[in-house]
C-alpha cells in the first residue's frame, strides 16, 4: 500500500497521511496534544475534508506516548463564559463528525487517553490501544468536573451500564487490559504496531459490499448520533454553568497549579 503525506495546513496542529484509501489524521500538538479550541477545530475540519478527498475510512493517532491528555485546562481556565460554551459546544460538534462520520473511524491509541482523549477514541468505530503501562479513563470527577451526560451515555452504550458507573462515578484511569477486559477498548497491540492494526481493521472493512456496509453501520450508529444531538440541544447550559461552579473552578485551579509545579520540579 503507498503512503503519502499530504500537506497538512499552518497550524492546524493535524498530520495527515493517506494509506491508499485509509487516512491517517494524527494528533501533533506535543506534548499531550491538549484539546484546545484550534485543534478541536482542526480535528472537525479534518475528519470532514476526508471523505470528501476520496478517504474511505479514517484511522486518528497520534505519537507513541500520548494520545491526548484531554481538555487543555491551563488555557482554557482563562476563557471568559461566551468562550469556555463555544468550546463546549465545538467538542460536541466533534463528537457528532466522529459519531455521524460517513466512513469508519478507528482510534489508534498510541500512549495515555485520559478525559477528553478517552471521549474521542469512544466517538470513533474500532479502537487499537498500545499495550503496556498506558491509562485511559474518563477522570473527570477527579479534577471536579461532573461528567456531561451525552459522554456518560456514550460510555453506557461502549461498556454497559454497571462498568460506565464504577468508571464514572470515580473517575478512574485503567490499564489497558482491564480497558479490553470491560469493552472500552476493542483490542490491544504493540505500541509500534498500534497504527498498522487500525488501517487493517479499516482494510478488512474496505472489502466488504461498500453500499451493505455503509448502510447497516449508519443503521448501528444512529443511537450514538442521537445521543450527540440531544447533548447539543439540552446540555451546553448546564456544561457551562458547572464549569464556572465554585468547586469545579477550585478544583480546576489546584489542578493547574500542581500541573505548573509539576513542570517546574
Not at 172 to 190: H, K, N, T
Amino acid at each position: 500500500m503507498a503512503v503519502v503525506a499530504v500537506q497538512s495546513p499552518p497550524m492546524t496542529m493535524i498530520t495527515l497521511i493517506d494509506h491508499g484509501p485509509i487516512r491517517e489524521l494524527r494528533l501533533s500538538r506535543p506534548p499531550a496534544n491538549a484539546l484546545n479550541p484550534e485543534l478541536i477545530a482542526a480535528l472537525g475540519e479534518a475528519l470532514a475534508a476526508a471523505p470528501r478527498e476520496g478517504a474511505r475510512a479514517i484511522v486518528l493517532s497520534s505519537a507513541l506516548g500520548m494520545f491526548s491528555g484531554g481538555l487543555d485546562v491551563p488555557f482554557l481556565i482563562q476563557l471568559d463564559r461566551a468562550a469556555i460554551r463555544d468550546t463546549w459546544e465545538s467538542f460536541y460538534r466533534l463528537m457528532f463528525s466522529l459519531a455521524a462520520s460517513p466512513v469508519p473511524v478507528a482510534a489508534a491509541i498510541t500512549g495515555h487517553s485520559p478525559a477528553g482523549g478517552a471521549v474521542l477514541a469512544m466517538f470513533c468505530d474500532y479502537r487499537v490501544m498500545a499495550e503496556g503501562n498506558f491509562k485511559i479513563g474518563l477522570n473527570e470527577v477527579q479534577v471536579g468536573i461532573t461528567l456531561p451526560v451525552a459522554i456518560l451515555r456514550a460510555l453506557i452504550r461502549l461498556v454497559g451500564p454497571r462498568q460506565a458507573e464504577r468508571l464514572s462515578v470515580s473517575g478512574q484511569l485503567i490499564s489497558g487490559v482491564e480497558a479490553y477486559r470491560i469493552g472500552f477498548v476493542d483490542e490491544l497491540a504493540p505500541p509500534d504496531h498500534v497504527v498498522p492494526r487500525a488501517l487493517e481493521w479499516c482494510q478488512g472493512l474496505l472489502a466488504l459490499p461498500p453500499q451493505a456496509l455503509a448502510q447497516t453501520r449508519q443503521n448501528a450508529r444512529a443511537d450514538l448520533v442521537r445521543i450527540v444531538e440531544e447533548g447539543l440541544a439540552r446540555e451546553l447550559n448546564a456544561v457551562v454553568d458547572i464549569w464556572f461552579s465554585e468547586e469545579t473552578q477550585t478544583s480546576l485551579r489546584a489542578l493547574v497549579e500542581h500541573l505548573a509545579a509539576k513542570k517546574k520540579g
